[in-house]
């Protein structure tokens, strides 16, 4: 009954390739986010969608490709890792402005 | 690891008293603002949100100020529990979009039993 959840919960991979996190929401909300929180604890966004659509886009190496095949699902492609994407990544969804998060994704590139 | 989060500004209070955590906000157009409340190893979960035209706002427990004149937020826990510690995020929306949270950089709440 989780209402975001998030796979895998840990990525560990080597710089230079190329890896995906997935993201659903149960909850039957309109946007979706991803978030990246460094060592430091500070929540940068870093995309949203609305119904499929891209809404914010903030300043982020093309190497990361959000997708959403539908409304209930937002995915994170990252290409050519480096040691700098080592971070949590969080989803969230939201209906107007409480925004919901998901567990998080521990990335850590070798 | 974990061990990096103590550059954290950290509160430490003793159980069952109360906790106030501080919050100065960038943007004077920001009309929402939230507490999210971080556990170790878990998404930020939400806690209490005020809109701009109320100064107070009160849930179980947690009380949320606004001071729009001073850009300064609050968050007060009364009776504060070992099940509190954690670290506190707040939040504002911006000018330029109702979807976007800009969060600030977080307060460790620690309660010694």
């Known amino acids: 009954d989780t209402a975001v959840s998030q796979t895998p919960k840990y990525l560990v991979t080597q710089m230079g390739n190329d890896k995906s996190i997935k993201c659903e929401q149960n909850?039957?909300?309109?946007?979706m986010y991803w978030y990246k929180q460094d060592s430091k604890k500070f929540l940068k966004i870093m995309f949203s969608y609305n119904n499929k659509e891209l809404i914010i886009n903030e300043t982020v190496p093309n190497r990361f490709s959000p997708k959403s095949p539908d409304k209930a699902h937002l995915n994170l492609h990252i290409n050519s890792l480096e040691l700098g994407d080592s971070a949590v990544y969080f989803c969230?969804?939201?209906?107007?402005?409480?925004?919901?998060f998901g567990p998080g994704t521990r990335l850590t590139v070798l | 690891g974990e061990s990096v989060g103590l550059h954290l500004p950290t509160l430490s209070v003793q159980e069952g008293d109360n906790s106030i955590i501080n919050c100065a906000y960038s943007n004077s157009a920001s009309d929402y603002f939230i507490w999210y409340k971080q556990e170790s190893g878990k998404g930020p979960q939400f806690i209490i949100d005020i809109r701009s035209n109320m100064d107070k706002r009160q849930g179980q427990r947690v009380t949320v100020l606004l001071n729009k004149t001073v850009k300064h937020l609050s968050l007060q826990i009364a009776a504060t529990q070992p099940g509190d510690s954690a670290v506190y995020f707040c939040a504002e929306n911006g000018a330029d979009s109702s979807y976007k949270l800009i969060f600030g950089s977080g307060t460790r709440l620690l309660v010694r039993p």
């Open positions: 969230a969804s939201s209906l107007q402005n409480e925004q919901f």
């Open positions: 909850l039957g909300h309109d946007t």
